[in-house]
């Protein structure tokens, strides 16, 4: 049985809108497993964001407790969750999220200038995780000069970076065609079975989430179903 | 790592040119000012300073009379006199006194006159003090010897075409208030208009042309190693009070240390240099507001940005980083641009100035530690800019970062 890698225990999200509380999760329990493949499914409202911004480390529970690698990162501060993030998950987005002033190569080099990675290095696995994703010709070029498809496997290969365990992809595919869709979605798919690396997928197409081994749906800001494909 | 974020910092400076440029418009105005004021001001004291400070410290230059216009001891009612020298040399505490006769003279040459300071050269041992004090050298002939009478040195600057013109050369005959002299020597131009238009010969010669034969246009004395010179200057004050007949606090004449003078035309410059500073200091904070304004647009603009490097690994204290490098560079740039123009500026003015003029006399005079000072004050202001837009852009959080919609 592979360890699990992320587990969120009654994990609670209140905002405070004015004068008015929002639950945003009320109660998630999620389990996941190295090299597993789970899909994120739910309405708008549901909760899905939230949830997929607590798994990766982008924001804290109210009450519950996440832990990652049996680490409860519930309390720590937000450079400490940065360092996490930085080196062991990968972020994929709808809108690709790429730094418009810089180059494809330099795009994918930036999470390794976070964690102190020489020049040299950067480089080497830049050029190497571009060419993972079939990109190596556009290397030089700004994401403005990409099409949607070039920029989200730029993205992919950004989130590889620094080879994390987790690949968080948030609507990965909302934002393309469904060819180039279903071509971002095989590189994903890819990269579970011959990386093994853990992916965690938001969305809301049932087509999408079935590429995965598992779907958790998310309602009202609890998971109301589990499916195993 | 850190050129990393120096390069990041560039890339996003490049990216916004226009807003980038009228950003540092405020640092360069101000960089400029400092530079070309603070330039040409060190300039005007250096040209102020080797004009009045022929002297060493140990002098004390006496006078006839007060305050006045043009050369020392004219339009005076009782001038210092040949005994008065004597009576000086014999103070306690003083080495030498020097009585010198300096008047403004008429002389004339290949059908040019100009009016020009006459200076006389004493005799003996003391001729080469004046000589050493005055910096003067000979550029062609000889300077004057024990003995050269109806002969004359002159300076540089008479060989202008304004002056005698340039073919006033060694053996030349001029006429000096209607007398005829031989030139022997062409004093070094000395960046000092006194020295460099003046005509010297020696003291007995200069008696009779201008019919002096006692008085003494200003004294020159030098102190003993280690005499205090104030006490000095008292001794020499009683001295004349007795033999010149006149109450303390009616002197009609005045002892000055040389240090003294340059203190006081220092203070004054000092004065006009701070009024300078003071200017471009508002100016340059001026520029700093414009910084700080457009990095806290940029730290708006790019929130989404900063969710993307959040997310993807960046702590606050990179974000910071970022934003505080960026920001300083705004204000480095700003200031090597600034330098650039205010070395332009000071050139042109100081070149403008000498054609005004008809001499080098102003001259910018920019040190390796203006430029340096300039350019480290200029990151500084830019960095000290950024400090509290950077701030804010480390404290976002990432979630509502990323959430963020242009």
Known sequence: MNRTIIKLENVWKIYKMGEVKVNALRGVDLSIKEGEFVSIMGPSGSGKSTCVNMVGCLDVPSKGRISLDGHNIAHLSESELAQIRGRK????????????????IENV?????????????????????????????????????????????????????????????????????????????????????????????????????NAANRVEYLKDGKIIKTKHN | MLNEYFNLALKNLLKRKLRSWLTMIGIFIGIAAVVSLI??????????????????????????????????????????????????????????????????????????????????????????????????????????????????????????????????????????????????????????????????????????VFDKKDDVSAILVKTRDGANMNIVKENIEKVLRRTRKVDEGEEDFRAELAANNLAALDSTLFAVQLFVYIIAGISLVVGGIGIMNTMYTAVIERTKEIGIMKSI????????????????????????????????????????????????????????????????????????????????????????ALRYAK
């Open chain 1, 109 to 209: 080099m930036l999470p390794m200038v976070f964690q102190g990675y020489s020049q040299e290095d950067r480089i080497k696995r830049g050029k190497e995780l571009l060419a993972l994703v079939e990109l190596q010709d556009r290397m030089h070029h700004r994401p403005t000069e990409l099409s949607g498809g070039q920029q989200q496997r730029v993205a992919i290969a950004r989130s590889l970076a620094n080879n994390p365990e987790v690949i968080l992809a948030d609507e990965p595919t909302g934002n393309l065609d469904t060819s180039t869709g279903k071509n971002v979605m095989d590189f994903l798919m890819k990269l579970n079975r011959k990386e093994g690396k853990t992916i965690i997928m938001v969305t809301h197409d049932s087509y999408v989430a």
């Open chain 2, 39 to 208: 330039g040409l001001g060190q300039g005007l004291r250096n040209a102020v300073i080797g004009q009045f400070s022929f002297l060493g410290t140990d002098f004390i230059t006496v006078q006839a009379g007060g305050v006045q216009f043009g050369p020392p001891g004219s339009g005076v009612v009782k001038p210092l006199t040949k005994d008065d020298v004597e009576d000086l040399n014999d103070v306690n505490g003083v080495k030498f006194a020097i009585g010198r006769l300096i008047k403004t003279g008429k002389t004339e040459f290949d059908d040019k006159v100009s009016f020009n300071f006459v200076g006389s050269m004493p005799d003996g041992e003391q001729r080469k003090e004046v000589e050493k004090i005055l910096g003067i050298k000979a550029e062609k002939g000889r300077l004057l010897k024990d003995g050269d009478r109806l002969k004359v040195v002159v300076g540089n600057h008479l060989l202008n075409k304004d002056h005698l013109g340039e073919k006033l050369k060694i053996g030349s005959k001029i006429l000096v208030q209607g007398k005829q002299f031989e030139v022997v020597g062409i004093l070094e131009s000395r960046g000092s208009f006194i020295i460099d238009t003046v005509v010297f010969m020696n003291i007995d010669t200069m008696r009779e």
């Open chain 2, 313 to 400: 690994g960046a702590k606050n204290e990179d974000v910071f980083i970022l934003f505080f490098f960026e920001s300083g560079l705004l204000g480095m740039v700003g200031g090597i641009i600034g330098i650039g123009i205010g070395v332009g500026l000071a050139k042109g003015l100081a070149y403008i100035g000498s054609l005004q003029l008809g001499s080098n006399l102003i001259q910018a005079n920019i040190s390796f530690g203006l430029i340096v000072g300039a350019l480290l004050f200029s990151y500084l202001i830019g960095s000290l800019a950024g400090i509290l837009p950077a701030v804010q852009a480390s404290k976002l959080s990432p979630v509502e």
């Open chain 1, 89 to 104: 998950i990968g972020f994929i987005f709808q809108q690709f999220n790429l730094i418009p002033t810089l180059t494809a």
